[in-house]
């Protein structure tokens, strides 16, 4: 199997590793073609927004997860470049909110769907759903397939987070009276437009956020993740998330020049 060796000296290590999480990802027949091009995707929305996790992402993690634990059946919904980049922080998570985890793919196979159940198992998942004859239920009025879902799972969940979504399911999801959170770099989208929690930003630095949160938010009484819940608005957040663009764009521009090189 082809491996890249990516010295820590890289100016791009960071990126370039979890690019290659993603290239082993479909090496193994856990990733698909599709989701490299959706990961540069993304990639190119985090080089605008410098890499790191502005203040509305925080806001929306902490609604995120305050959702996620008043929430009576919570689902984690994982495809394959989740399961490629963090599948142990996803099973972290899911513990720390009670969640179950289901696999849901655009381009399904049984082999891909065990594939990645085995990941999150070997990463200490008590139980993956949504594989083979189990995704024997459908979501009305989507017709790929991320319509078959798991009976005990994203059918009867009351909170689904998907992240690295595409926007069709989300808003089935939402006809059904889902409470949606996503994880999407890109806040133009239309997963991040349709959704009720928005997280802009990177999935490798969102998930651990989101369990430090959990495990603090654990401890707030019912009224508290109430008020949290209830202050949120996605709009203001998503408003705020492309003011951060904007100015970073334009601060950029007035400098004209992005990257100091070594004179020659």
């Keep these: 199997m082809e491996h890249h060796i990516i010295p820590p000296s890289h100016p791009r290590y960071k990126s370039l590793v979890i690019r290659e999480k993603i290239v082993q990802g479909y090496l193994k027949g856990i990733t698909v073609l599709s989701g490299l091009i959706a990961h540069g995707r993304g990639e190119a929305f985090d080089y605008i927004l410098g890499e790191q996790t502005h203040p509305p992402a925080l806001r929306a993690i902490e609604a995120a997860v305050a959702t996620m634990l008043l929430a009576k059946h919570p689902v984690i919904s994982v495809n394959g ?39 999150l198992l070997s990463c200490g998942a008590r139980e993956v759903l949504g594989v083979g004859e189990d995704a024997s239920a459908t979501i009305p009025e989507l017709h790929s397939e991320r319509r078959r879902v798991s009976p005990r799972g994203i059918l009867i ?30 806040p133009f ?22 369990i430090e949160k959990a495990r603090d938010l654990k401890r707030a009484s019912t009224v508290v993740l109430k008020r949290i819940v209830e202050s949120y608005d996605n709009r203001i957040v998503l408003g705020e998330t ?17 990257l100091e090189l070594p004179k020659a």
């Design 81 to 119: 470049n989740v399961a490629a980049l963090v599948p142990r922080e996803i099973v972290e998570f899911s513990k720390e909110v009670n969640a179950a985890i289901e696999v849901n793919l655009f381009y399904r196979t049984e082999e891909r769907e065990r594939k990645i159940r085995d990941v």
């Design 157 to 186: 969940a009351d909170v689904v987070l998907v992240p690295l979504e595409d926007g069709d399911r989300t808003e089935a999801l939402r006809k059904m009276g889902k409470k949606v959170i996503s994880i999407d770099l890109n």
């Design 189 to 210: 989208s239309r997963t991040a437009q349709m959704s009720n929690i928005t997280i802009v930003d990177n999935i490798v630095r969102a998930i651990p956020l989101m």
């Design 242 to 258: 492309i003011n951060i663009i904007n100015n970073r764009l334009t601060e950029l521009a007035k400098k004209g020049v992005f």
